[in-house]
Structures are given as C-alpha cells and as structure tokens.
C-alpha cells in the first residue's frame, strides 16, 4: 500500500517570495514515481513535474523543482518567485513504476492550498 | 501534453435520474483510464480503473452496479451515474495513461437535485 502526506493544509505567501510544499511518502515499491499537480479554483489538474525514485538528479521545470530525499521518503515541490497565479490546491501523488496493467494508479495526498498575497 | 477531454462539464438532474460522463483522449490511446471523484476541498478519491475491452476495477466502497464503466475503445470511456441522488453531488474526473504520466481531463460538476 502506498501513503502520501501532505502536513500543510493551507499556506499563505509573499508574491515573489519561493515557496516550499511539503510531501512525504511511505510505498513498499522499489521503483516509483512522484508527480506534483496543481488544480485551480476551475477544478482542472494540471501537471506540474515527476521525479522517478531512481532518478539521481532532482527535477526542474521552469519555476518549480522537486527536492527529493529518498532516504527521508520526501519529494518537497518547490515554487521560486512566486506569482498571483500560483494561487490554487496543489497535490502530492506517486504511483508504482513497472508497466503492468491494473498498477497504475495515482496515490493522492490531502493537498495544500496555496494563496499568494499581492 | 497529451489532452483529454470530459463532457459534459456540468450537468444538473433530477434524483432517480441517470448521467452519462464521457471521457475521452484526443491524441492518443489509452487502454487504461481512472476515474476519480473530489469532494468539496478534499482530495482526489480513485472510484474505478477503466481497461479497454475489459471489464472496470472498481476500488473498494464504490458500488459497481451504481456506477457503470463502459471502455469501448482506445479513446474514450465513459461513466453512468445510475439513479442518481444529492449525495451523488460531486467533482467527477476523470485521466488517461500515457507512458508514466496520467493526463487529466477538465472534470464534470454533477449536481442531483
């Protein structure tokens, strides 16, 4: 069973200003995957980055990046230079790697709502 | 990205009454797609695993016979909320595997009056 955390159910930040969402995991899978979605207030899910378990270098895209530990089980999301539209609820999911059909669902945490202040 | 598509985006009906969500990928195949369904400010719950050609998974709780699954083809996959009640009333949504990443459609508002 895999078990995703997520300790910040609300954050308040500064425009401009980076910002650190917490996620930690618990799985008994060798290889795994890591995702970041956020999901604006119109209920899409958007896809933010994935860091593969076996991936040595921490992911970037753009402003984000994860700071993954995998020997603390946390894969932290990390927003530099935030910006208004950051505001939204931002997820924290894994799913097991290995390509068999039926084991690929998406564990999902709680959630964190992010709201930028101008 | 690879894009997929939920229709319709909101629907309001009456209770007793049966909705159909259709999901579908636009630029690929997808032999596997995941329903999900999100209370108000809560997380994503996973309901089901939608396999072409196969029957669903359904997770544990959700009621099979009151959620109907259909995958007919390698691009679409659809949901029927059969009878549907005010506590049917979610955020249903739904994605599609494509190598190791699921693409989320844009959701579907059901509210049973």
């Known amino acids: 069973a895999q078990k995703i955390t997520q300790t910040q159910p609300g954050m308040f930040v500064q425009e401009k200003e980076a910002v650190t969402l917490d996620c930690t995991y618990d799985t008994s899978d060798q290889s795994y995957g890591l995702f970041w979605y956020k999901q604006p207030s119109s209920g899409e899910m958007i896809f933010l980055i994935y860091q593969g378990s076996y991936d040595e270098q921490n992911a970037t895209e753009g402003r984000y990046s994860l700071n993954f530990q995998k020997a603390r089980k946390s894969a932290n999301l990390v927003i530099s230079a935030s910006q208004l539209g950051d505001s939204a609820m931002y997820f924290c999911?894994?799913?097991?790697?290995?390509?068999?059909?039926?084991?690929?669902?998406?564990?999902f945490g709680t959630g964190t709502r992010l709201t930028i202040i101008p | 990205g690879a894009v997929v598509s939920q229709h319709p985006s909101w629907v309001i009906c009456k209770s007793g009454t049966s909705v159909k969500i259709e999901c579908r990928s636009l630029?690929?195949?997808?032999?596997?797609m995941f329903w999900y369904r999100q209370f108000p400010k809560q997380s994503l719950m996973l309901m089901a695993t939608?396999?072409?050609?196969?029957?669903?998974?359904?997770e544990q709780g959700v009621e099979k016979d009151k959620f109907l699954i259909n995958h007919a083809s390698l691009t679409l996959s659809t949901l029927t909320v059969t009878s549907a009640h005010p506590e049917d009333s979610s955020f249903y949504i739904c994605?599609?595997?494509?190598?190791?990443?699921?693409?989320f459609g844009p959701g579907t508002r059901l509210t049973v009056l």
């Open positions: 994605s599609a595997s494509l190598h190791n990443e699921q693409f």
């Open positions: 939608s396999n072409e050609g196969s029957k669903a998974t359904y």
């Open positions: 630029d690929f195949q997808a032999t596997t």
């Open positions: 999911a894994m799913r097991p790697l290995g390509g068999l059909r039926g084991n690929e669902k998406l564990t």
